[in-house]
């Protein structure tokens, strides 16, 4: 899946910088995203975790938007398929998505997997990011903006699912 | 010093990742993503702003355990990886082996583009001051003002790695000995960011 993304890479020597498609870009591993999950997690009273959806939503949109944009991909299934070997590349996962069906199902997750090796099963799903990814998909594969889609994860890895499922809402 | 810094960065500032069939990166004995540095900054910012003056020290210390954890697993998977053994490995001499890799490892934390950082001053086991002249966390004075400084992640991951040099047990044991006090920051108008590490 990941092979199909089309990514030029750039390093900026005197910033010492990372440039994905020309997004900013950096390499964490699952320690620091679960920790920062586990604080979006426990900050119910911050609302933490529709802090991250909001963040993941708001910060993934435009690099999405940009590489249809570069690669002129207007068809609807293409653009989906295109998002799903983004979200793989950048090593967040393997997800399909069929927006027509108001769904994705993701069969790895870097989220969920990075968790279970941290901690173990959680008591309910965490991927906070992976719904915030699949807000501005939407967003980005419709021509709109990722606060106009609600999105649910219904089964999760992290709970001990095999795949994790998502319902995918125009409000 | 032994460690050629400029070398490293050159050499270790080229290697690519991706994801594998199942869209994971495994590498360095951890997974790996390479999400937008933008999300970690505009979450960080989110937290910090709902928490308001009387959580902001407790979100703000999260976000820092966060790299010090992510720096002292990582950190160590990556000293022990092909990837520095080749390059750096050879830099390192017996009798300064400690110093010098941790010299080599803020060398390949500027090449992976965490901060363009290096260690200042070293004291052994006692103390070190790291100088990062350009990080991604800083460009939150874009956005937003923070009152003190922000860059949780270069804090914890310097802490980090003094726990994995200095530490009172090896790896996996040795974590928490070190303490980090940003003392200047990009972010609020100084010229650079400095880190004091200490015991």
Request: proline residues 3%.
């Amino acid at each position: 899946m990941s092979n199909t993304f089309q990514a030029q890479h750039k390093f900026d020597p005197a910033a010492m910088r990372h440039y994905l498609n020309g997004e900013l870009s950096v390499l964490h591993c699952h320690h620091y995203t679960a920790l920062f999950t586990q604080l979006a997690n426990d900050a119910k009273l911050l609302k933490g975790a529709q802090q991250m959806t909001e963040a993941a939503a708001e910060t993934m949109f435009p690099p999405l938007q940009k590489y249809f944009k570069d690669n002129q991909i207007i068809d609807k299934k293409i653009r989906a398929e295109a998002a799903s070997a983004y979200f793989a590349y950048i090593g967040l996962g393997k997800v399909q998505i069929d927006l027509e069906a108001g769904k994705a199902i993701m069969t790895h997750s870097h989220i969920d997997e990075g968790w279970k090796k941290k901690w173990g099963n959680a008591a309910k799903s965490i991927n906070f990011i992976g719904q915030g990814f699949l807000m501005a998909a939407a967003a980005a594969i419709e021509n709109s903006t990722p606060s106009a889609y609600n999105v649910d994860e219904t089964e999760s890895i992290a709970c001990g699912k095999n795949a994790s499922k998502f319902t995918i809402t125009k409000k | 010093m032994a460690i050629d810094r400029q070398k490293v960065i050159d050499d270790l500032s080229k290697i690519k990742v991706c994801g594998n069939a199942d869209g994971i990166i495994p590498a360095f004995g951890v997974l790996v993503n390479q999400l937008p540095a933008n999300f970690w900054n505009v979450f960080s910012m989110k937290i910090l702003k709902a928490a308001g003056d009387s959580l902001y020290d407790d979100a703000a210390g999260l976000l820092e355990n966060a790299g010090s954890e992510c720096g002292y697993h990582t950190g160590w998977g990556i000293i022990n990886s092909e990837e520095f053994k080749s390059v750096v490995g050879p830099m390192i001499k017996k009798e300064t082996a400690l110093e010098d890799t941790l010299h080599g490892a803020f060398a390949v934390f500027t090449a992976w583009g965490w901060a363009k950082a290096e260690i200042v001053e070293l004291i052994p086991g006692e103390k070190m001051v790291v100088r990062a002249y350009d990080y991604y966390e800083a460009d939150v004075k874009d956005s937003f003002k923070p009152k003190k400084p922000f860059a949780y992640m270069i804090s914890g991951v310097s802490r980090a790695f003094m726990d994995i040099a200095y530490g009172d047990k090896p790896y996996p044991d040795g974590f928490g000995k070190f303490k980090c006090k940003q003392t200047k920051a990009i972010e609020c108008g100084d010229s650079y960011g400095e880190f004091l590490i200490t015991k």
